[in-house]
């Protein structure tokens, strides 16, 4: 299938390649358009280059060649627009939830205390209602994945990239956060492009799913199940049919 971009995009990938020092393209004339509020899942196998691209749509690498625009104006760098959510949930032991939550803007200038009930309002949408003033060592796996995800809303930047931010979790827990993840978004209408091992995952959350590998993007699936998306979705006929063209079209991939 070929990759058509798509006319118009919040999020625009346009022919960026991007290579470490003199080693061959990882990023290799990717493509790619993501509509304002729109989810896309980003799949692939171990090494195919997801990190990569993720870091060139976030400004923590600059493509070799095209280009990378957010909101029409082309990125140089990381900035106030764009939320980053890793692997590893990465919060400072030292410091209690809220101002973990807190921290993209402490970095920046004091909280004031309408960005503490923002926080806590956060805090509460990821069902950690009661837990600010606890410390990252008194959390589980999954609450603090939770904080990150908070923690990256809170600045409410207009996109959200996440690097499989719930790989490390158990299905179930991973389940929950998939919910949280999307009634956020919803509310606030932010754009996401995940990256992510789990095609059960890709389906569940995308609007869109591209497969990747080497460096390339090989096929797409829009993903037209209704939303809000329910756990009972994941059952259904549609939905293990996508999972099916998704795994054959990785599988078909080079
Ligand atoms: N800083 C770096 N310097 C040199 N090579 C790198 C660097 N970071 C990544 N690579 C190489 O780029 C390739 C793609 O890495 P990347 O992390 O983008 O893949 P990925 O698809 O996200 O993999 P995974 O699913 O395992 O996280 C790999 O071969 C990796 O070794």
């Not at 992510?196 to 460096?215: Q, S």
Request: proline share 6%; hydrophobic share 45%.
């Amino acid at each position: 299938m070929s990759i058509e971009p798509h006319s118009e995009g919040f999020v625009a990938i346009d022919k960026a390649s991007y290579g470490y020092g003199d080693w061959p393209a990882i990023v290799d004339q990717v493509d790619w358009t993501i509509p304002r509020g729109a989810i896309h899942c980003l799949v692939g196998r171990s090494g195919c280059g997801k990190t990569t691209l993720l870091k060139l749509a976030a400004g923590l690498l600059l493509p070799d060649e095209g280009i990378v625009r957010i909101d029409g104006a082309a990125l140089r760098e990381p900035g106030p627009q764009i939320g980053f959510v890793f692997q590893a949930p990465t919060l400072l032991d030292w410091a209690s939830v809220i101002d973990n939550v807190l921290l993209p803007i402490s970095l920046k200038r004091r909280p004031r205390a309408t960005d503490r009930e923002a926080a806590l309002d956060l805090l509460k949408l990821v069902s950690l209602d009661g837990y600010a003033q606890r410390y990252p060592s008194e959390l589980s796996g999954g609450q603090q994945s939770r904080v990150a995800v908070a923690r990256a809303l809170v600045t409410q930047p207009a996109v959200l990239l996440l690097d499989e931010p719930f790989a490390a979790l158990d299905a179930l827990t991973r389940e929950e956060l998939q919910d949280d993840l999307l009634r956020l978004c919803a509310l606030h209408g932010t754009t996401v492009l995940f990256v992510t091992h789990d095609i059960t995952e890709a389906v569940y959350l995308a609007d869109r799913v591209a497969v990747m590998a080497a460096g390339r993007l090989h096929h797409q699936i829009t993903v037209e199940l209704p939303r809000p998306r329910h756990r009972e979705l994941r059952y259904g006929q549609a939905f293990n049919a996508l999972c099916r063209e998704l795994r054959q079209a990785m599988d078909l991939a080079p």
